[in-house]
Structure formats: C-alpha cells, structure tokens
C-alpha cells in the first residue's frame, strides 16, 4: 500500500535509535501516522509542527503503521519562534487537529481550516481571531456547527451577544438578558468578518469553542482539550486581565 498527498506536520515523538512517530493532517487520507526514519538526525528541520510537506506513506496493509516520507513544502518562518503568541498558537493549532480529528478519514475541508490559519498565523497582524474561526470551522466540518445567524428565540439577526450552551445558536442582547450569566459570550469577529477582535473577545472566543469541542468531539473520546490549547487560554487570559 502507498500513497503521496499534501499534508502538514502535527507532532513528531521520538521512536528507537534515530526514528520518530510522526503524525500529519493529509488533504485527502486525514490525520495519519507513520514511522519516519532518520527524524532525529536527517529530517529533523521538517518536524516542526505547522510544516507543510509532501507525504509519501507506506504499509503492507491499510490498518499498520508504515513508514512516513516527508518532502517539505513550506517551512515554519523562522521569525515565528521569536514570537511566543504566534508559536503557542501554531502548536495548539496542531494539537487540536491531531487529537481531534478522526484518524484516516478524508478531511480536505479541516485540511483547508488548517491551511488557512497557518496562512494568517504567519502573515496577518490581527491572527487571533482567524485561530477561533478555524476551531469554529473544525467544528462544523465534524458535524457540530455552531448557528451564530439568528437569534434563537426571535429569529432577529440584530445585536447577537450571546450563544446557548446547550444549542449552539445565537441568542440576542433582549432574550438572553434573563439567562446572561448561563450563556456563553458571541464576539463580534464571530459576526463580521470586519470586527476587530480584542484579547478579552478571542479569550471568549476560544471559552465558546472549546465547550463544544469538549462537549460533542473530547467527551466522546474520553479526553480533556490538549495541554497545548489550554495553555494557549490561559496565556491570552493573562494579557487580557480576565
């Protein structure tokens, strides 16, 4: 069995003398593993997470291991590693893709999310709030969308600020006044692709994706959300003063 795709590198851990369990998020064969040798000397550059690379996978069968050759595409900037926001967002990005999406199912949609914050990660100023749309869109692509249109009890789609945590669906200023501290926080950058989001919005951002990502993909696997994005909350918690 073999196959080559376009993939991106989520984590290397180390394997024997010299080899390493890689794990890539592939456009067209999903999130894979394979043994790649000479990781800890030949290939080491390629490793970092967020790396795109031409992954060439083989095994006797479809279910084993294999082996893993990965070409790089476009490297991590090196700029990034002086940057620890941008880092700790890369790296979370990563973990959530590896531990969140189903293993060896085609996933060219969540490829593309991924795809596109690396893109903004690397080359936007504002990158924060492109990191919560790509949860948002991980969401929806493994069937738990959140419905941020319309208000939920009115249907209006005029000053949404919240979202239940039960539905997933917007609710508005008036209809959730009630409910206000039982809702989960709507920022705007959510709404309008124009809104500028601020350390306090994405730090709701992120508290609404990852309950539903713990809610509908984590509880189902038995597992918490990554260490890597929780530390990637509680940083931009702290710069915000939440």
């Known amino acids: 069995m073999q196959w080559t ?32 040798r000479g990781a800890a000397t030949r290939h080491r550059a390629v ?71 690396v893109a903004a990660l690397v080359g936007q100023p504002e990158w924060l709030p492109e990191y919560v749309r790509w949860e948002v869109r991980l969401l929806a692509e493994l069937g738990f969308g959140l419905d ?9 789609a005029a000053e949404l600020v919240y979202v239940s945590p039960r539905t997933g669906r917007a609710v508005s200023r008036a209809a959730g006044a009630a409910y206000h501290d039982r809702m989960l926080r709507l920022p705007p950058f959510l709404i309008r692709r124009d809104a500028v989001g601020s350390r306090s919005d994405v730090v709701d951002g992120l508290i609404l994706t990852g309950h539903f990502l713990s809610r509908h993909v984590y509880a189902a696997l038995g597992r918490d959300l990554p260490p890597a994005r929780r530390r990637l909350v509680e940083r931009l918690r702290s710069q915000a003063g939440n």
């Open 5 to 36: 795709d376009e993939a991106f590198i989520l984590s290397a851990r180390r394997h024997g003398d010299g080899s390493a369990i890689v794990t890539v998020l592939t456009r067209d064969h999903g999130r894979h593993a394979g043994l790649m």
């Open 148 to 156: 941020l249109d319309r208000c939920a009890a009115t249907g209006s």
């Open 47 to 117: 490793l970092m997470p967020g790396t795109r690379v031409a992954a060439t996978w083989r095994g006797r069968l479809p279910t084993h291991l294999g082996t893993l050759v990965c070409e790089p595409v476009t490297a991590v900037p090196a700029g990034l590693f002086t940057d620890p926001d941008r880092l700790a967002g890369l790296v979370a990005a990563c973990a959530v893709a590896e531990s969140g999406v189903p293993e060896r199912e085609p996933q060219a949609d969540v490829f593309e999310a991924l795809a596109d914050m």
